[in-house]
């Protein structure tokens, strides 16, 4: 997901987008299994958790191919230019 992330948004942006999405991916990771046990609990199986999480992910798969990448930079480019602030 790391190279993925870059290729879209670039490596400058790269520290700001990983922390606005960290705290989107801990809810989810935090909230699954417990949902996950109480539609097992409701339901007598885990079918409708499986397809719950299967379909957003099918969906996500789906966009997947619309992502528009930035074009890479020419390999006489540097990755990152330095600060103007710490060449003093």
Same mark, same amino acid.
């Given at each position: 997901?790391?190279?993925?992330?870059?290729?879209?948004?670039?490596?400058?942006?790269? @520290?700001?987008?990983?922390?606005?999405?960290?705290?989107?991916?801990?809810? /989810?990771?935090?909230? $699954?299994? +417990? %949902? =996950? @046990?109480?539609?097992?609990?409701?339901?007598?199986?885990?079918?409708?958790? /499986?397809?719950?999480? $299967?379909? +957003? %992910? =099918?969906?996500?798969?789906?966009?997947?191919?619309?992502?528009?990448?930035?074009?890479?930079?020419?390999?006489?480019? +540097?990755?990152?230019?330095?600060?103007?602030?710490?060449?003093?």
């Amino acid at each position: 997901m790391g190279r993925l992330l870059a290729r879209v948004f670039g490596l400058l942006d790269y @520290g700001r987008v990983m922390g606005l999405m960290n705290p989107v991916l801990m809810l /989810f990771t935090l909230v $699954a299994p +417990p %949902l =996950a @046990g109480y539609l097992q609990d409701v339901t007598g199986s885990y079918h409708t958790a /499986f397809l719950s999480f $299967a379909i +957003p %992910l =099918a969906a996500a798969i789906l966009i997947l191919p619309l992502i528009r990448f930035l074009p890479p930079l020419p390999a006489s480019e +540097p990755m990152m230019k330095p600060s103007p602030n710490l060449a003093k």
